[in-house]
């Protein structure tokens, strides 16, 4: 059976799904998660496969694909039984700023504010958990796109704090992008200074 090229694809799970020519890199999630490192950043150039080597972490540890091994079957993090023991295990935060790009910083700022209000949206279940207090759901409810920066700068780790409380887990958390925005603000910055 031919495989498809699936070009401009950064979804692993589509990928998968749908049998696309797909390069293994799962040797990555061996490699980071026996480093056991608290802090990783990766920068490659753009078009170097970032987001989907995040897509590929978070379709890999999140609860949200628990019980989906069948993306990882004759995949090279498959023939470790302790990996696959992690499969769909952890809570995650998997934050992409790559349709974030703005023209100017206000924008760019309410659209990152956008995508951490529709993260918070996606964990509204846990308003009715125990887990919560009334200060927890005061703070929740302050996360919009308009919300002031000091709400916005503590907002994911909040999120993490919850998590934890309800899962008994750390959270692993994998941003996509960021770093490019802010230095394509910068230069734009720079740009219109002159």
């Avoid at 978070?58 to 023991?85: Q, T």
Wanted: hydrophobic share 40%.
């Amino acid at each position: 059976m031919k495989r498809e090229i699936s070009t401009g694809n950064q979804t692993f799970e589509d990928m998968r799904i749908h049998g696309d020519f797909y390069i293994d890199k799962t040797e990555f999630i061996l490699e980071w998660w026996k480093g056991r490192d608290a802090v990783t950043l990766i920068t490659r150039p753009r078009r170097f496969g970032k987001t989907l080597n995040m897509s590929m972490l978070n379709s890999f540890f999140s609860y949200k694909f628990e019980n989906r091994g069948d993306l990882f079957e004759g995949l090279k993090v498959w023939e470790d039984p302790d990996m696959r023991a992690q499969q769909g295990k952890w809570p995650v935060i998997f934050l992409s700023f790559a349709e974030a790009k703005q023209p100017d910083c206000i924008a760019l700022k309410e659209s990152i504010n956008q995508l951490i209000a529709d993260l918070y949206n996606e964990y509204r279940w846990l308003l009715d958990n125990p887990v919560f207090s009334d200060e927890d759901r005061a703070f929740y409810h302050k996360v919009k796109d308009t919300m002031p920066d000091r709400i916005a700068a503590i907002s994911i780790r909040k999120m993490c704090e919850w998590l934890f409380r309800y899962y008994g887990k750390r959270v692993l958390v994998f941003l996509d992008t960021i770093i490019c925005l802010f230095a394509h603000m910068k230069l734009r910055l720079s740009y219109e200074l002159m």
